[in-house]
């Protein structure tokens, strides 16, 4: 039954973008639950509204010159959302819901870190790219690529620590590390 909750909780959020902010807030009491399968796909969720959202705010100043009230409000639940993910991530816990932080802190890492993909790949019919940090060049009003990219710079840096102690964690946490570095 949490499963379909998810998942609605997700559909809708994705369609309906400007009432997500009354969704973000329980996706982060989900990451809470004692039940490691329903943090998990709170995160997984929360990994797909990140990421969306990430993108409509840039569409919006590109295409307008401006990012509407609602979907900066978003935005500030999905940094909450963000902090929370990261906790999990490194603090210890359950190894599932830990292997699914360190997927949201990868995905951030990436998402923030720039590549040689531009704008104009965005837009072409037919090819949608994943979002590249350099589409937020031009004075964003509360994204700062110089901070976001700063930001996962230190992320980066926080999972090569993780290595450094991997004598203290599971082989699966190792694992992914090693595999997504």
């Known amino acids: 039954m949490w499963a379909l909750f998810m998942r609605t909780?997700?559909?809708?959020?994705?369609?309906?973008?400007?009432?997500?902010?009354i969704l973000v807030p329980v996706?982060?009491?989900f990451l809470r639950d004692g039940d490691s399968r329903v943090a998990g796909k709170s995160i997984v969720c929360g990994t797909n509204f990140f990421c969306r959202v990430l993108e409509e705010i840039t569409m919006q100043f590109r295409w307008h010159g401006k990012v509407e009230r609602w979907l900066e409000e978003l935005?500030?639940?999905?940094?909450?959302?963000?902090?929370?993910?990261?906790?999990?991530?490194?603090?210890?816990?359950?190894?599932?819901?830990k292997l699914l932080a360190l997927k949201f802190l990868e995905t951030h890492v990436l998402l923030f870190t720039s590549d040689s993909?531009?704008?104009?790949?965005?837009?072409k019919e037919g090819?949608?790219?994943?979002?590249?940090?350099?589409?937020?060049?031009?004075?964003?009003p509360f994204l700062d690529p110089v901070s976001l990219?700063?930001?996962?710079?230190?992320?980066l840096g926080t999972l090569m620590d993780l290595l450094q102690s991997a004598c203290n964690l599971p082989g699966s946490v190792i694992i992914t590390v090693v595999n997504w570095l």
């Open 9 to 21: 909780i997700e559909d809708i959020g994705l369609k309906a973008m400007e009432h997500s902010s």
């Open 27 to 29: 996706l982060l009491a």
């Open 75 to 97: 935005w500030t639940w999905m940094v909450r959302f963000k902090d929370a993910v990261f906790a999990i991530a490194l603090e210890p816990g359950l190894v599932g819901t």
């Open 117 to 123: 993909n531009d704008f104009e790949n965005f837009t």
């Open 127 to 140: 090819s949608k790219q994943t979002f590249n940090i350099s589409w937020l060049s031009g004075g964003h």
């Open 149 to 155: 990219t700063s930001e996962a710079n230190r992320m």
